[in-house]
């Protein structure tokens, strides 16, 4: 099978679609398919995520990937995928986000290659998009799957996208070898934006900084809101024990050296980094009311649900809940581990190669 995976960068991009596009994208090639993958980055550029050299990168060259795409972007687009898809002539192409889907959609009609868009958030995340959700809506009628990361997530958008979307979860790759650790470390890996909520971690950090010295926060990740939080540490004289190290090619070993995850995401369409963080053994922390985080974190089981109605204290006391008790610890690390079974990376690339087959067939 040629298959063609499609997303605007993976240069410029360290988000967790990116992620899961190239761990899907190696497993097919693992499993003979003839795999390539279509971008609008430079050529000659690295890739943030590691690929199978068996990929081939086809990058376009169109525009600037590295800022936010706008309305002259998409006529150029549009004429460089109908380009390329025509000389390559995949059996299907797998667009990964709304900003690759949408002009894929368009650049394909008539053209008799199936497109299977990939979305990865969840319908909150247009509410200031408005343009971006009616092009969504309009360029559904020309693809022939969406896939999205749960079914949570399916029900969340208008049913007339329901008949079209396919739940296939993200993979979580489960490390070979983990070295006993463990620092007293507290983490969290995201994008520095509101929807991730950071600024409630480190001042729930703070009520309880003082009566654990040895304990510290660390942040994992890079945004907008870097400023911001680097000023809070500081007016909170936390600057020596909170870092913010920005992005972090070898993520595992931020994993392995911590001890408690916390994620304070307000809407997370699939909790990867959550999930990655359970592969590691870590107990995780998250609000009970945040979809995607929700689903991921089972309340006693492999950590603690907590409710968001008073925010930062109540995450001050779930964090020193675990940091008093090891014992705790232990068992959700250990349960998280036990949980992840459904997300293993072969399991959901069966799925995602009975999906190609199903929109490929003549039948």
Same mark, same amino acid.
């Given at each position: 099978?040629?298959?063609?995976?499609?997303?605007?960068?993976?240069?410029?991009?360290?988000?967790?679609?990116?992620?899961?596009?190239?761990?899907?994208?190696?497993?097919?090639?693992?499993?003979?398919?003839?795999?390539?993958?279509?971008?609008?980055?430079?050529?000659?550029?690295?890739?943030?995520?590691?690929?199978?050299?068996?990929?081939?990168?086809?990058?376009?060259?169109?525009?600037?990937?590295?800022?936010?795409?706008?309305?002259?972007?998409?006529?150029?687009?549009?004429?460089?995928?109908?380009?390329?898809?025509?000389?390559?002539?995949?059996?299907? $192409?797998?667009?990964?986000?709304?900003?690759?889907?949408?002009?894929?959609?368009?650049?394909?009609?008539?053209?008799?290659?199936?497109?299977?868009?990939?979305?990865?958030? #969840?319908?909150?995340?247009?509410?200031?998009?408005?343009?971006?959700?009616? %092009?969504?809506?309009?360029?559904?009628?020309?693809?022939?799957?969406?896939?999205?990361?749960?079914?949570? #997530?399916?029900?969340?958008?208008?049913?007339?996208?329901?008949?079209?979307?396919? #739940?296939?979860?993200?993979?979580?790759?489960?490390?070979?070898?983990?070295?006993?650790?463990?620092?007293?470390? $507290?983490?969290? #890996?995201?994008?520095?934006?509101?929807?991730?909520?950071?600024?409630?971690? $480190?001042?729930?950090? !703070?009520?309880?900084?003082?009566?654990?010295?040895?304990?510290?926060?660390?942040?994992?990740?890079?945004?907008?809101?870097?400023?911001?939080?680097?000023?809070?540490?500081?007016?909170?004289?936390?600057?020596?024990?909170?870092?913010?190290?920005?992005?972090?090619?070898? $993520?595992?070993?931020?994993?392995?050296?911590?001890?408690?995850?916390?994620?304070?995401?307000?809407?997370?369409?699939?909790?990867?980094?959550? !999930?990655?963080?359970?592969?590691?053994?870590?107990?995780?922390?998250?609000?009970?009311?945040?979809?995607?985080?929700?689903?991921?974190?089972?309340?006693?089981?492999?950590?603690?649900?907590?409710?968001?109605?008073?925010?930062?204290?109540?995450?001050?006391?779930?964090?020193?809940? %675990?940091?008093?008790?090891?014992?705790?610890?232990?068992?959700?690390?250990?349960?998280?581990?036990?949980?992840?079974?459904?997300?293993?990376?072969?399991?959901?690339?069966?799925?995602?190669?009975?999906?190609?087959?199903?929109?490929?067939?003549?039948?």
């Amino acid at each position: 099978m040629k298959i063609m995976f499609a997303v605007k960068t993976l240069n410029h991009s360290h988000g967790g679609a990116e992620r899961v596009l190239t761990d899907i994208a190696s497993a097919m090639a693992t499993r003979g398919h003839d795999v390539s993958i279509l971008t609008f980055d430079r050529p000659g550029e690295e890739a943030f995520y590691i690929l199978s050299p068996e990929i081939r990168r086809l990058d376009l060259n169109v525009g600037q990937t590295q800022k936010t795409s706008s309305a002259k972007d998409m006529p150029p687009r549009i004429k460089a995928i109908r380009k390329t898809a025509r000389t390559e002539r995949p059996d299907v $192409i797998i667009a990964f986000m709304h900003s690759m889907f949408i002009p894929a959609a368009f650049a394909l009609k008539g053209t008799g290659i199936p497109l299977i868009a990939s979305e990865h958030i #969840v319908p909150e995340h247009y509410k200031t998009r408005k343009l971006e959700y009616a %092009l969504l809506m309009a360029t559904s009628l020309l693809i022939k799957k969406i896939t999205v990361v749960s079914d949570a #997530v399916r029900k969340s958008y208008p049913a007339i996208l329901h008949k079209k979307m396919i #739940v296939i979860p993200n993979p979580v790759k489960m490390p070979e070898d983990i070295k006993q650790k463990k620092n007293k470390t $507290i983490l969290n #890996v995201g994008r520095l934006d509101p929807q991730k909520d950071q600024e409630t971690l $480190i001042r729930a950090f !703070a009520q309880l900084a003082t009566n654990n010295p040895e304990w510290s926060l660390n942040i994992i990740g890079e945004g907008e809101l870097r400023p911001n939080l680097e000023k809070l540490t500081e007016e909170l004289n936390l600057q020596n024990r909170i870092a913010l190290p920005g992005l972090k090619k070898d $993520i595992g070993s931020e994993y392995a050296a911590a001890s408690i995850f916390a994620m304070t995401s307000r809407y997370e369409a699939f909790g990867l980094a959550t !999930a990655e963080a359970m592969s590691y053994g870590l107990p995780a922390i998250g609000f009970a009311d945040c979809p995607g985080t929700n689903e991921i974190i089972k309340d006693g089981l492999n950590g603690l649900l907590i409710k968001s109605d008073n925010r930062v204290e109540n995450l001050a006391q779930a964090l020193r809940t %675990l940091i008093e008790n090891d014992d705790l610890r232990q068992k959700l690390g250990k349960g998280g581990k036990k949980s992840l079974a459904p997300y293993q990376l072969e399991k959901i690339a069966t799925l995602w190669e009975k999906l190609i087959n199903e929109v490929t067939s003549k039948d």
